[in-house]
């Protein structure tokens, strides 16, 4: 059975910002907001440079996303996804991921990352491990 059901796929395919939750060489947690997309099962972030959140990966491949969604469930708490699991880094596609997370972040058609010759980048492949949350990914 799949990590990621409908739901949790869903909620990831919307305007949602994630919270990509890495580990810092001291050991202490680094959060940073990102734009995610499912891809052959993976959970994927583009990253024009080799910020901190990608270094961390680097030095320590497991990781956390996190989601808000936008309903209550029965009790009326605010639903949300969180995904555990483990990352690598592979080089190049980072512009073109960008453009196309870019559609669903801008309602305007706006070019992102708005360069003539951007750098290739890097993509984060979160290989899903387990879920937690509030919704019906839990279920």
């Known amino acids: 059975m799949p990590v990621l059901n409908d739901h949790a796929l ?3 395919a919307s305007p ?3 919270h990509l939750v890495t580990i810092n060489p001291d050991g202490s947690p680094q959060v940073t907001g990102v734009w995610t ?13 080799r910020h901190r959140k990608v270094r961390n990966v680097e ?3 497991r990781v956390a996303v996190s989601w808000q969604a936008p309903g209550r469930n029965a ?3 605010d639903e949300y996804l969180v995904v555990y699991g483990t990352a ?4 190049g596609g980072a512009p073109e991921l960008l453009q196309r997370l870019a559609a669903k972040y801008f309602d305007d058609g706006r070019r992102f990352p708005d360069m003539d010759d951007p750098p290739s980048g890097v993509i984060t ?8 949350g509030v919704g019906p990914w839990t279920a």
């Open 10 to 12: 869903a909620l990831i």
């Open 16 to 18: 949602a910002l994630a």
């Open 37 to 49: 997309a499912v891809e052959d099962g993976e959970i994927v972030i583009g990253h024009l440079t």
């Open 59 to 61: 030095g320590d491949p």
């Open 75 to 77: 009790y009326g708490l």
């Open 88 to 91: 690598r880094i592979t080089e």
């Open 125 to 132: 492949r979160i290989r899903p491990e387990r879920v937690a």
